[in-house]
Antibody
Framework: QVQLQESGPGLVKPSQTLSLTCTVSGGSISSGSYYWSWIRQPAGKGLEWIGRIYTSGSTNYNPSLKSRVTISVDTSKNQFSLKLSSVTAADTAVYYC???????????????WGQGTTVTVSS | SYELTQPPSVSVSPGQTARITCSGDALPKQYAYWYQQKPGQAPVLVIYKDSERPSGIPERFSGSSSGTTVTLTISGVQAEDEADYYCQSADSSGTLFGGGTKLTVL
């Protein structure tokens, strides 16, 4: 059974770059038809989609964050990563990674999620 | 910009039926997905493609679609169903979540 685990610094200074990694276990990140997504949730607020990378390497980003976001994949480590530049306090949130199932032109939703990791932006 | 609109809160008594709506102009052309999130936990997919239920999700969870509104229905609500529920739509360019609905079981 596929499991996801986020990792990275819990504290980032304003104006710096937030970097998180999601490690995939129980399956290969490059097999099957999946998107690999990042989602965040500020305390007490709703879910915000950040972006995703497909198994082919193509990416989609939330237009509101696109200028600051990069998502990449390292198939040798079975990991995908998020970089968010020029962070401010508004980027403080729980960050989740998730697997989106997609096959034969159909999308089936985010069926596997990591437990989430809290990132605080503060000096 | 495109949005998915959900009521902030819904309250029901145990054993009753809860209905949570999600409205969006693109919903006639896109499927909707529903997630349940309990405090301190990651979201869980409970409905995909408007009305399909993933394995392991109780039969009391169902989904439907009509025009620009999709509805998550929980029949015979149990105390354990108290949670936040989020709708989602997706297309080739990305994904959007609704603002979430807090379901309170009285």
């Amino acid at each position: 059974q596929v499991q996801l685990q986020e990792s990275g610094p819990g504290l980032v200074k304003p104006s710096q770059t937030l970097s998180l990694t999601c490690t995939v276990s129980g399956g290969s990140i490059s097999s099957g038809s999946y998107y690999w997504s990042w989602i965040r949730q500020p305390a007490g607020k709703g879910l915000e989609w950040i972006g995703r990378i497909y198994t082919s390497g193509s990416t989609n980003y939330n237009p509101s964050l696109k200028s600051r976001v990069t998502i990449s994949v390292d198939t040798s480590k079975n990991q995908f990563s998020l970089k968010l530049s020029s962070v401010t306090a508004a980027d403080t949130a729980v960050y989740y990674c998730a697997r989106d199932r997609a096959a034969a032109g159909s999308y089936y939703g985010m069926d596997v999620w990591g437990q989430g990791t809290t990132v605080t932006v503060s000096s | 910009s495109y949005e998915l609109t959900q009521p902030p809160s819904v309250s029901v008594s145990p054993g009753q039926t809860a209905r949570i709506t999600c409205s969006g102009d693109a919903l006639p052309k896109q499927y909707a997905y529903w997630y349940q999130q309990k405090p301190g936990q990651a979201p869980v997919l409970v409905i995909y493609k408007d009305s399909e239920r993933p394995s392991g999700i109780p039969e009391r969870f169902s989904g439907s679609s009509s025009g620009t509104t999709v509805t998550l229905t929980i029949s015979g609500v149990q105390a354990e169903d108290e949670a936040d529920y989020y709708c989602q739509s997706a297309d080739s360019s990305g994904t959007l979540f609704g603002g979430g609905t807090k379901l309170t079981v009285l």
